[in-house]
């Protein structure tokens, strides 16, 4: 007998028919003599509803008490999908993340956790039960409610899984598995079998949500075997392995897109040691995480640093230049949110030159201007407009060779 943890998104629990399917599989996995830890996310896009909704009430929204409204969309999904094995005969209990005993810092609205107590959950199956866990949420060492950041409950998954020393995580979700692009950006997208933890981390940081960033770090530190899947066609999908070179050993393994970036410039900085670090440390000290950076040649002693930054932290980004703008003696900030990103991913990049020559020619070809670059062994970025995006992702993935052959 083995233990699983099954994860089910959003859209995999969006309405009565979906959740009766995903206690069909749960009640199938358990009479196949497997025990099951279910993980939850909210309803469809009922987090995003939820988020309006604290909008429409008030500008001003505590990030204490928005953690204690989003954590309220996975309990809504844990109850019911209990209630949905109920009928299946199948006895379960659900969880909240404080009662799963995933215990976080309090940095609300994007808590890290700290350490897993699973005793609960550890205590229902020794009784036999399908413990069901509201995922994306915990609890604070002050003991508040708190949230993992958007698509955290692949976070909660795969931290119990590891927790719990169980033999898979399976993330069922509305594709297939990962592609090599984003099916719903690149119509000719091949699902891929196998991704590395190495590719897996540069497109889940690069835009390929599938899944969160931090799940696969995870997995990756403490061994956890992912394997991404549908819940609508419950076939095999990807798996993500420590495996070097990686699967159909194409140079490029994936293009992944990504407007949910801004851009920040600070204009007209003086040239002298200690400016940057004056500002990042600025930017650092308001918890704001930065993406790509890049200054400019200086000119008559003055220089540009632009910097990328997720959409939702640019008023707080800004703010930070501002504060530091005179004392760095800098001209003007300015917020540019019409940029998104587009980036290969592939561990075959390390000894194939000409990697980056082809994917600059895509894009010339297009008529596509490149405003920054970043690179690293597996991965090159590019910042472009963010209306060029679909067109960029859809030519890098015909030049790298990763269309599916039409059958
Ligand atoms: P869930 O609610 O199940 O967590 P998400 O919306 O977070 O689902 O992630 C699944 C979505 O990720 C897919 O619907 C797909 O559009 C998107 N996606 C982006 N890039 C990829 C990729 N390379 N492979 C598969 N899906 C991707
Ligand atoms: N419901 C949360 C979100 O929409 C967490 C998740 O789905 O993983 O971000
Ligand atoms: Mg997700």
Same mark, same amino acid.
């Not at 609960?120 to 509201?134: F, S, W």
């Not at 030049?399 to 599916?404: K, P, R, S, T, V």
């Given at each position: 007998?083995?233990? =699983?943890?099954?994860?089910?998104?959003?859209?995999?629990?969006? $309405?009565?028919?979906?959740?009766?399917?995903?206690?069909? /599989?749960?009640?199938?996995?358990?009479?196949?003599?497997?025990?099951?830890?279910? =993980?939850?996310?909210?309803?469809?896009?009922?987090? $995003?509803?939820?988020?309006?909704?604290?909008?429409?009430?008030?500008?001003?929204?505590?990030?204490?008490?928005?953690?204690?409204?989003?954590?309220?969309?996975?309990?809504?999904?844990?109850?019911?999908?209990?209630?949905?094995?109920?009928?299946?005969?199948?006895?379960?209990?659900?969880? *909240?993340?404080?009662?799963?005993?995933?215990?976080?810092?309090?940095? /609300?609205?994007?808590?890290?956790?700290?350490?897993?107590?699973?005793?609960?959950?550890?205590?229902?199956?020794?009784?036999?039960?399908?413990? =069901? @866990?509201?995922?994306?949420?915990? !609890?604070?060492?002050?003991?508040?409610?708190?949230?993992?950041?958007?698509?955290?409950?692949?976070?909660?998954?795969?931290?119990?899984?590891?927790?719990?020393?169980?033999?898979?995580?399976?993330?069922?979700? $509305?594709?297939?598995? !990962?592609?090599?692009?984003?099916?719903?950006? @690149?119509?000719?997208?091949?699902?891929?079998?196998?991704?590395?933890?190495?590719?897996?981390?540069?497109?889940?940081?690069?835009?390929?949500?599938?899944?969160?960033?931090?799940? #696969?770090?995870?997995?990756?530190?403490?061994? =956890?075997?992912? /394997?991404?899947?549908?819940?609508?066609? +419950?076939?095999?999908?990807? +798996?993500?392995?420590?495996? &070097?070179?990686?699967?159909?050993?194409? #140079? @490029?393994?994936?293009?992944?897109?990504?407007?949910?970036?801004?851009k920040i410039t600070v204009g007209g900085v003086p040239d002298h040691p200690g400016v940057a670090a004056r500002l990042f440390?600025?930017?650092? &000290?308001?918890?704001?995480?930065?993406?790509m950076i890049v200054q400019n040649t200086s000119e008559n002693g003055l220089t540009d640093i632009s910097f990328?930054?997720? *959409?939702? $932290?640019?008023?707080?980004?800004?703010?930070?230049c501002?504060?530091v703008r005179e004392e760095l003696g800098a001209a003007k900030v300015t917020a540019d949110?019409? %940029?998104?990103?587009?980036?290969? !991913?592939?561990?075959?990049?390390?000894?194939?030159?000409?990697? *980056?020559?082809?994917?600059?020619?895509?894009?010339?070809?297009?008529?596509?201007n490149i405003e920054m670059i970043s690179?690293?062994? %597996?991965?090159?970025?590019?910042v472009?407009?963010?209306?060029?995006?679909?067109?960029?992702?859809?030519?890098? /993935?015909?030049?790298?060779?990763?269309?599916?052959?039409?059958?």
């Amino acid at each position: 007998m083995g233990l =699983v943890v099954q994860k089910f998104g959003g859209t995999s629990v969006g $309405d009565a028919e979906r959740i009766r399917a995903v206690a069909d /599989h749960v009640a199938r996995t358990r009479r196949g003599g497997d025990q099951v830890v279910v =993980v939850v996310s909210a309803m469809g896009k009922s987090t $995003d509803d939820l988020l309006r909704l604290a909008d429409d009430v008030s500008p001003v929204r505590p990030p204490r008490e928005l953690d204690m409204l989003l954590t309220a969309g996975e309990r809504i999904s844990m109850a019911l999908v209990c209630m949905a094995l109920a009928g299946r005969g199948v006895e379960a209990a659900s969880f *909240t993340g404080s009662q799963a005993g995933i215990i976080t810092d309090a940095d /609300h609205t994007r808590a890290k956790i700290l350490e897993m107590r699973p005793t609960r959950i550890q205590e229902a199956l020794d009784a036999g039960l399908t413990p =069901v @866990v509201a995922g994306f949420q915990g !609890v604070s060492t002050t003991r508040d409610i708190t949230t993992l950041g958007r698509g955290g409950s692949d976070v909660t998954a795969v931290a119990l899984a590891a927790a719990l020393g169980a033999d898979v995580c399976e993330i069922y979700t $509305d594709v297939t598995g !990962v592609f090599s692009a984003d099916p719903r950006v @690149v119509a000719r997208a091949k699902r891929l079998n196998k991704v590395s933890f190495d590719e897996m981390m540069e497109m889940a940081a690069t835009g390929g949500r599938v899944l969160m960033l931090r799940s #696969v770090e995870f997995a990756r530190r403490h061994g =956890v075997p992912l /394997h991404v899947r549908s819940s609508f066609t +419950w076939e095999p999908g990807t +798996w993500i392995v420590e495996e &070097e070179p990686t699967m159909e050993d194409a #140079v @490029v393994s994936a293009v992944t897109d990504d407007t949910s970036e801004a851009k920040i410039t600070v204009g007209g900085v003086p040239d002298h040691p200690g400016v940057a670090a004056r500002l990042f440390r600025e930017l650092a &000290e308001r918890g704001i995480n930065l993406d790509m950076i890049v200054q400019n040649t200086s000119e008559n002693g003055l220089t540009d640093i632009s910097f990328t930054v997720a *959409t939702t $932290d640019v008023d707080d980004a800004r703010t930070a230049c501002e504060a530091v703008r005179e004392e760095l003696g800098a001209a003007k900030v300015t917020a540019d949110t019409g %940029i998104g990103r587009v980036s290969i !991913v592939g561990a075959g990049m390390k000894s194939n030159p000409g990697v *980056t020559a082809l994917m600059f020619e895509t894009l010339s070809n297009k008529g596509i201007n490149i405003e920054m670059i970043s690179t690293s062994s %597996i991965r090159i970025s590019c910042v472009v407009r963010a209306d060029r995006v679909e067109d960029a992702v859809i030519a890098l /993935h015909t030049a790298f060779g990763l269309d599916a052959v039409a059958s």
